[in-house]
């Protein structure tokens, strides 16, 4: 089984992201989520970045955050380690949206990557320490 950690930094506004996030190597995966009222952080949403910063990608959700209530953060995670493949960066994304299944994620809802286990540290918010695909549950 492959080990993948990633270190999630943030959580920062969508314009923050969107306006000072554009360093031309800066990749990787990105979580959407909101907090309204009194209930608990909640995923909205689980991406990745490859070929664009994460200002570029980010300003892609503008239009449809705009119709969410309450407050919209975005933390921004990298994986530690110095050989980040595309591929592999599609796998952690995938078993992250099949493990937490947030709202508005449609595709990736089946995971078909490596055997992975995924440990999140730094700013993970709602986001399990431990996602183990041996561990997947289908419903």
Do not use: A
């Amino acid at each position: 089984m492959e080990e993948v950690e990633v270190e999630w930094y943030g959580p920062y506004k969508i314009d923050t992201v969107v306006e000072e996030f554009h360093e031309d190597e800066d990749f990787g995966l990105y979580m959407i989520t909101r907090k309204w009222g009194e209930y608990p952080e909640k995923i909205l949403y689980i991406g990745l970045t490859y070929y664009q910063d994460f200002g570029t990608r980010l300003s892609q959700h503008q239009r449809w955050l705009s119709t969410i209530r309450g407050t919209v953060k975005v933390r921004i995670g990298y994986l530690i380690e110095n050989r980040s493949s595309k591929k592999r960066l599609e796998d952690v994304e995938n078993l992250l949206i099949c493990w937490h299944n947030p709202e508005y994620n449609e595709k990736g809802l089946v995971y078909c990557g490596r055997d992975l286990r995924i440990i999140n540290s730094g700013r993970r918010g709602p986001l399990d320490e431990i996602v183990d695909s041996d561990e997947l549950e289908y419903i």
